[in-house]
């Protein structure tokens, strides 16, 4: 399969957990992006990289989120301390850097549950 | 308020019908203009793509985008069962690394 890969797919986690998101891009897709979705919402901007560089970050994003793509590859999306309000679908999108039509390939999403 | 609006449905329709989802945004900046269907527990796969205003048709999908009004279409002729879905609206500014703006989405259902 070469598309968009996320791991765990479903995670629940009581308040005060630590969690750790995966995502893997399609190869040679240079542009990764993290979005979050609440039900009955559309996804929401969080942050995104060219490459290992993160370019740009969400007001969403608190000091408890952090985002990490080590060698421009896979990238880590790390929750702390979480809270209930964290519960949330966090989708993975890549996007060859060089597309005129903006489109983001997305994964299948990485749904948290904090109890 | 939002940057993007769009009625979150949901709406019903029988096979056949044609359907008109939309969404109306406020910042001008915005020139890309996308529609994507997501199935419930998938992620969001592009479905339509519009540059400025303008129509673009493509099989039974037509998008419409009206920068003077600020307001994008989605028109889904001879509906069917495989359609329903949500219907999320997204748009992005020239430049910003492909960031893009969504709506609410709209749930459609397409009944036999």
């Known amino acids: 399969d070469t598309g968009v890969s996320q791991n765990p797919r479903h995670k629940i986690t009581k308040r005060g957990q630590n969690v750790t998101f995966r995502c893997d891009p399609i190869?040679?897709?240079?542009?990764l992006y993290w979005y979050r979705q609440t039900l009955g919402q559309g996804p929401e901007f969080l942050t995104y990289?060219?490459?290992?560089?993160?370019?740009?970050k969400s007001r969403l994003l608190s000091d408890r989120f952090s985002a990490e793509r080590p060698k421009g590859s896979f990238s880590t999306l790390e929750i702390q301390r979480t809270e209930q309000g964290d519960s949330a679908m966090y989708l993975c999108?890549?996007?060859?850097?060089?597309?005129?039509?903006?489109?983001?390939?997305f994964g299948e999403g990485s749904r948290l549950t904090v109890l | 308020q939002k940057e993007v609006e769009q009625d979150p449905g949901p709406l019903s329709v029988p096979e056949g019908a044609i359907v008109s989802l939309n969404c109306t945004y406020s910042?001008?900046?915005?020139?890309?203009f996308m529609w994507y269907r997501q199935y419930s527990r998938k992620g969001p796969e592009l479905l339509m793509y519009t540059y400025s205003s303008g129509n673009k048709e493509d099989g039974r999908f037509t998008a419409q985008v009206d920068k003077s009004s600020k307001y994008i279409s989605l028109f889904i002729r001879d509906s069917q069962p495989s359609d329903s879905a949500t219907y999320l609206c997204a748009m992005r500014a020239t430049g910003g690394g492909n960031k893009l703006t969504f709506g609410t989405g709209t749930q459609l259902k397409v009944e036999l």
């Open positions: 190869s040679e897709h240079n542009r």
């Open positions: 999108a890549s996007s060859p850097g060089t597309a005129n039509t903006g489109e983001l390939f």
């Open positions: 910042n001008s900046a915005f020139q890309y």
């Open positions: 990289f060219q490459n290992e560089a993160q370019l740009e």
